[in-house]
Nanobody, 121 residues
Framework: VQLVESGGGSVQVGGSLRLSCEGS?????TGWFRQAPGKEREFVAA????????YYADPVKERFVISRNNAKGTVYLQMNSLKAEDTAIYYC??????????????????WGQGTLVTVSS
């Protein structure tokens, strides 16, 4: 499994971006994590293999939406109402996880290289 992120870039506060993660196989849970400068990598969102169950970190609830197109093998992260604190490198990851572990990055077997999102005022 090879994951490739795209869609990062620079945007102003309040703007939107959509990240894509290509290569996520149908049977895997896929998550998005981010690492801000000087901080540890943290969970952002995850979607189960069937696409019906989604999970979000509290800071991004109501602003970010994770979805997947299994036919294309792609998972998306729609990011709206972006804040300066959303600035980070965003990584997608995939693995065979149960619900109780999908916020734990150590549980994911496959990782992309990351895409940089910069939110400025």
């Amino acid at each position: 499994v090879q994951l490739v992120e795209s869609g990062g870039g620079s945007v102003q506060v309040g703007g939107s971006l959509r990240l894509s993660c290509e290569g996520s196989e149908r049977g895997l849970t896929t998550g998005w994590f981010r690492q801000a400068p000087g901080k540890e990598r943290e969970f952002v969102a995850a979607i189960k293999s069937g696409g019906g169950s989604t999970y979000y970190a509290d800071p991004v609830k109501e602003r970010f939406v994770i979805s997947r197109n299994n036919a294309k093998g792609t998972v998306y992260l729609q990011m709206n109402s972006l804040k300066a604190e959303d600035t980070a490198i965003y990584y997608c990851a995939a693995g065979s996880l149960i619900t109780s572990t999908l916020r734990e990055q150590s549980r994911y077997n496959y990782w992309g290289q990351g895409t940089l999102v910069t939110v400025s005022s």
